[in-house]
């Protein structure tokens, strides 16, 4: 499965932008997406997930959690998965990666086997 995201850009502390990772040679709707974060310096972090179903979605639970400001979606039918971002800070700054599974949902970065090239999200104080 090859991912492509994109949406990422420069933004103002308190806006918003719209992640979408699609699919090309390949259905994504027997694959459970996760998004994923990389911020200089440090390690790549889970942000959301979403089952195949688009039925049931897991958020990351730590400092500066995303629960709450960002939302994870999938349209089967255009074959892409996006990630809401609302009322971005300055530390939600990071290369922001989508990946896929064919099994059940998972928060682990070595837990995906698929993932696409990373679209950088910077957010301005």
């Known amino acids: 499965v090859q991912l492509q995201a994109s949406g990422g850009g420069l933004v103002q502390a308190g806006g918003s932008l719209r992640l979408s990772c699609a699919a090309s040679?390949?259905?994504?709707?027997?694959?459970?997406v996760g998004w994923f974060r990389q911020a200089p310096g440090k390690e790549r972090e889970f942000v959301a997930a979403?089952?195949?179903?688009?039925?049931?979605?897991?958020?990351?639970d730590y400092a500066d959690s995303v629960k709450g400001r960002f939302t994870i979606s999938r349209n089967n039918a255009e074959n892409t998965v996006y990630l809401q971002m609302n009322s971005l800070k300055p530390e939600d700054t990071a290369v922001y990666y989508c990946?896929?599974?064919?099994?059940?949902?998972?928060?682990?970065?070595?837990?995906?086997?698929?993932w696409g090239q990373g679209t950088l999200v910077t957010v301005s104080s």
């Open positions: 979403v089952s195949w179903t688009g039925g049931n979605t897991y958020y990351a």
């Open positions: 040679e390949h259905t994504l709707s027997t694959y459970t």
């Open positions: 990946a896929a599974r064919q099994r059940g949902m998972n928060f682990l970065v070595n837990g995906y086997d698929y």
